[in-house]
């Protein structure tokens, strides 16, 4: 029976990581889930199953992890880190560790133990979840047949109701403060707009550019073809209003703003749904035809869609021969994963036409 450590499980995504291991490991593991508060961590762990540990770990203690992170088989990361000290001891001791972090910066610092990872035959997995993630399987599925590619356009279409919480919140404004470069120009982000089809949506949708750090990742390993990343959420005054405050550079300030003031604005209403949906649209030739491929998936939360997908990741990894620091792309296919995840409330459609 595999062990598997849970870090930062008392957080949204956490709790939701752990349930979804659970269910994908027909509860056939080990599971293990971390706190810096011991009575919030006792009580999840409590609430879980009968069956679940928990451990006092703080990540920003390098002996702690290393006395925590040992004997195991998987552990998962749903917490920011200053450093990949977590990677870094799951290194040492041979152990499987996938990280959620949507941010290329802290990739950087992940790849940098690329060599170290190979040398003990072990993996260490970064940007699992949705965006990014299943965004980078559906585009290394959408340009599989292509010749030639001169265009792809990936797009999340969020939802106002999304069960992000407020770490989710703040990524996302973190990634629209960047400024975008699109063909030879550099933008403000969230300013350039395009429609996009998805799915469930009789017309299409007006989506903002935004530069997210994935991009790099496919034009490093899949395409160098032009790729561009868009967003928007599902009300159009809520879009506005995020445009309005990158404009007068409030983002930044929102950014540093304490967590619970933000908490208290920003709630989940559970009885209200949280769908979201994702597009890729790619465009060039195919057997000597102009063709548009456009795969379109959506979902019924993109949180849960994020736990599904990292616990989907796990149950593959082990059983895949890889070594280094890769991205879900290369463990697996859409295909395999959504196979693995068994959730018939994630639906996807594939339409090719001719230009």
Known sequence: ?????VVGAAGVLGKLICTELLRIFNNSIKLVVTDYKIKRGENLANSLNSGVEFQYLDVDNEENIKKVIRNVDIVIVGLKQ?????????IENKIL???VTPFYDFVETVQELNQRAEKNNTASVVMSGFFPGLSGLITQKAIAEFQEITEINVALLQNVNA???VTGIFDMLSIIAQPVKF???VLSG???KRKMHFQNHAKEKVVRLIEHSEKKIIKEKLTVAPIYYWTSWNVIPFNKLVSLLRKIGLLNILQNLNKKLVSKVVKH???KNENAFLTVEVKGNIDNK???RTISLSTFSDYHTTAIVTASLAKIALKTDIKGVVYPFEITNLDELLSMANCSSIIVEDVKKQQ
């Open 1 to 5: 029976m595999e062990k598997v450590i």
């Open 82 to 90: 200053k450093t990949p000290s977590i990677q870094k001891t799951c």
């Open 97 to 99: 560790c996938i990280d």
């Open 163 to 165: 069960q992000a919480g």
């Open 183 to 185: 063909q030879n120009n």
């Open 190 to 192: 969230f300013t350039k």
């Open 269 to 271: 209403k559970p009885n």
């Open 290 to 292: 102009k063709m548009i």
